[in-house]
């Protein structure tokens, strides 16, 4: 297993082999997500009942072998864990990444030319991903009239429905992208609807201008345009962000826009409980 840290600072490659300047010599926090439950016991009654249960944050360690090189010294090392990144893992052709922090460094002793030292990431989400989002349009309207065409005959369609496969077993949240194709200044109703799990979100009387695009980002709870104007207040009193989400296997979402012009697309990750090593 090969491992590298990044951020806006740099990389550092942490090699499973004989490969490189950082050698693994162990690790730990890559499989299931560890929980936490709270249950009630009753004298009289066998095992316990659990009411509450959740994904914790994951913890990663590892100890390591670094051998002292010129070509990135540990001032560098340090300098780079200090800022939050990701860890990308990489096995057997599977890559995955997950948003962490360096929580703790401690450096041990020096043997010859290795520097031994151990270093613990906190991700405060769980989950692992691919490396690149899922992305898929939704909703737009297609031109059917290409080079020619003899009536009678229909001029365009909309395509507003599509089945997404959540391949993983872990819901996810995705962001969607409403782009406005119009010219007129106006005020519209677009509705994003999960037929699977009975849920929607819905915007009343957005104003749209041309050239607008309104990023609603379910994970982290907020509508706002690209300029960063908070939307929330146009989303209707049926439409809880919390509740939307792409349930493991097919999920039939569909959009309506009320004859406005626009196109409507999803990106999501696909999460993986475990670095799948």
């Known amino acids: 297993m090969d491992i590298i840290y990044r951020n806006s600072e740099g990389e550092i490659s942490f090699s499973g082999s004989s490969k490189g300047y ?3 010599t162990g690790i730990e926090g890559t499989g299931l997500i560890e929980k936490e439950r709270k249950s009630y016991n009753f004298a009289t009654i066998p095992g316990q009942s659990t009411y509450y249960e959740k994904d914790r944050e994951r913890v990663i360690t590892m100890s390591c072998d670094y051998e002292i090189n010129p070509e990135i010294s540990m001032e560098e090392i340090i300098r780079i864990l200090y800022h939050k990144g990701e860890l990308i893992l990489s096995h057997n052709g599977v890559e995955r990444k997950i948003p962490c922090y360096c929580e703790e460094l401690k ?20 989950y692992f991903t691919n490396l690149e989002k899922t992305y898929l349009p939704l909703f737009d309207t297609l031109k059917n009239i290409k080079n020619g065409f003899t009536l009678p005959t229909v001029l365009s369609q909309r395509e507003n429905t599509r089945i997404i496969d959540n391949v993983s077993y872990i819901s996810t ?17 677009i509705t994003l609807t ?14 749209l201008k041309k050239g607008d695009e309104i990023v609603i980002d379910i ?53 993986f409980g475990e670095a799948g090593m």
């Open 194 to 207: 999960n037929s699977t799990t009975a849920t929607e979100i819905a915007l009343s009387e957005v104003p």
């Open 173 to 189: 949240c995705p962001t969607v992208y409403i782009f406005y194709k119009g010219k007129e200044e106006i005020e519209g109703n």
């Open 219 to 271: 994970g982290k709870r907020t509508v706002k345009r690209r300029d960063g104007e908070n939307l929330l207040s146009y989303l209707t009193d049926t439409s809880f962000l919390y509740n939307f989400s792409l349930i493991p296997g097919e999920n039939v979402v569909s959009a309506s826009a009320d004859n406005i012009d626009i196109s409507l697309s999803i990106e999501y990750d696909i999460l």
């Open 22 to 24: 950082i050698h693994i």
């Open 107 to 126: 450096m041990g002793e020096t043997i010859g030319k290795y520097r031994v030292f151990a270093v613990q990431f906190i991700c405060d989400s769980p």
